[in-house]
């Protein structure tokens, strides 16, 4: 890869001159949205997707992007061109942009937008023969009628808190169910369970993002035939899977092997995981935006 460049409201500039406003209200109040995509081989995987999401994000803050839909793919196409980049992770970032110290967004005339394309730090390759360790959290997920899940704001503060108690509990990754007590997703990623074949995830409005990943993983059983059902479900539910398994743009498609303690099927990542872990890695390089000719 290049020398890193950052593209930041036009112009495109070295890591070190990437910076921004201490009056930018997505530093002050966590006021914005964001992206997270990944180009495998030249592609951008689920680009549209993507970009369809950040534009819904910021409609519902009501939050204007500076940029038309195409002039923020040809910006993200450019960064990854100049950064030579052909695999790794592209994060597309638009803050309110500079105001003052209240908290009134109509103190702030421009939204900012910032991409940053770098190589991705994963989990090792045996990570996902073995599966993650998990716990679920006390934390609820934030309640749709505060802060819905579904728009990928930069206030992820829900989302550390519940990280800092899954590391307190030396875990992988954490659960997170919403105030009725069903689950609804990991820290950073959506949540899949299988029994006696069939497959199951809750449904976002219960309080999740609604994934890219889950959505391409929903498409391949389809595909694959397996019996997919978006329904609500508890820890119970959890402990007596034969599979369960994480899915999100940096984790891709990822197995827990155990769950607040208990052995989740064998131990190790289940076939239907391992399975749509294959087809899945078969299509990222072909269902997207092309960058590079491969
Ligand atoms: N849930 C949360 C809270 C996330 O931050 C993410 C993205 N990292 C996901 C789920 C997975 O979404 P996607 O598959 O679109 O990356």
Known sequence: MAEQTIYLDGQFVTKENAKVSVFDHGFLYGDGIFEGIRIYNG????????????????K????????TYDEMLEAMAETIRRNEMRNGYIRLIVSRGPGN???????????SVIIIVEQLAIYPEHAYINGLRAVSVSQRRNLPDALNPKIKSLNYLNNILVKIQS???????????????????????????????????PPCYLGALEGIT???????????????????????????A????????????????????????????????????????NVVDKDGYKVWES
Not at 60 to 67: A, E, K, M, N, Y
Not at 242 to 252: I, K
């Open 43 to 58: 592609n951008i995987f689920k680009c549209s997707e993507h970009l369809d999401r950040l534009y819904d994000s910021a």
């Open 214 to 240: 889950r959505q391409a993983i929903i498409e391949l059983c389809e595909k694959l035939g397996y019996k997919l059902k978006e329904e609500p479900f508890t820890m119970h539910d959890i402990y007596i």
């Open 242 to 281: 034969d599979e369960v398994f994480f899915t999100g743009t940096a984790a891709e498609v990822i197995a827990a092997r155990e769950i607040d303690g208990r052995i989740i099927g064998e131990g190790h990542a289940g076939p239907i995981t391992l399975k749509l872990l294959e087809e899945f890695r």
């Open 101 to 111: 110290l209240g908290l009134d967004p109509r103190r702030c005339p421009k939204a």
């Open 60 to 67: 519902s803050i009501q939050l204007d992007i500076p940029l």
């Open 167 to 201: 590391n307190l509990a030396e875990a992988d990754e954490a659960i997170m169910m919403n105030a009725q007590g069903y689950v609804t997703e990991g820290s950073g990623d959506n949540i899949f369970i299988i029994k006696r074949g069939v497959v199951y995830t």
